[in-house]
């Protein structure tokens, strides 16, 4: 079993900055892939980005290449995903996500965060 949690959400203008933060627990944490998905209202869930378990290849959804970095640091048990030039349309909540498997372009989760709001204003 692994528990994820998230912080690091918030309130932000157009073209600022978060860094959203994921926890784990348990110790297999360094052998799952880990990932962000996100999920607007009256949206279905989508994956932002995606790290493996070594944090050496990493998959970004279009919508945010090059403007989303996602790291890892396993000795910590802790996922991050940088957010620079947010726009109102990634206003969602954020989930972690752990034990990710990719079949083709779909991803899927055996383990969920509880999500935080991340919020653009225009």
């Known amino acids: 079993q692994v528990q994820l949690v998230e912080s690091g959400g918030g309130s932000v203008q157009a073209g600022g900055s978060l860094r959203l933060s994921c926890a784990a627990s348990?110790?297999?944490?360094?052998?799952?892939?880990m990932g962000w998905f996100r999920q607007a209202p009256g949206k279905e869930r989508e994956v932002a980005a995606h790290i493996n378990w070594s944090g050496l290849s990493t998959y970004y959804a279009d919508f945010v290449k090059g403007r989303f970095t996602i790291s890892r640091d396993n000795a910590k048990n802790t996922v991050y995903l940088q957010m620079n030039s947010l726009q109102p349309e990634d206003t969602a909540v954020y989930y972690c996500a752990a034990d990710i498997k990719r079949l083709g372009s779909l991803f899927r989760a055996n383990y969920w965060g509880q999500g935080t709001q991340v919020t653009v204003s225009s």
């Open positions: 348990g110790r297999t944490f360094s052998m799952y892939n």
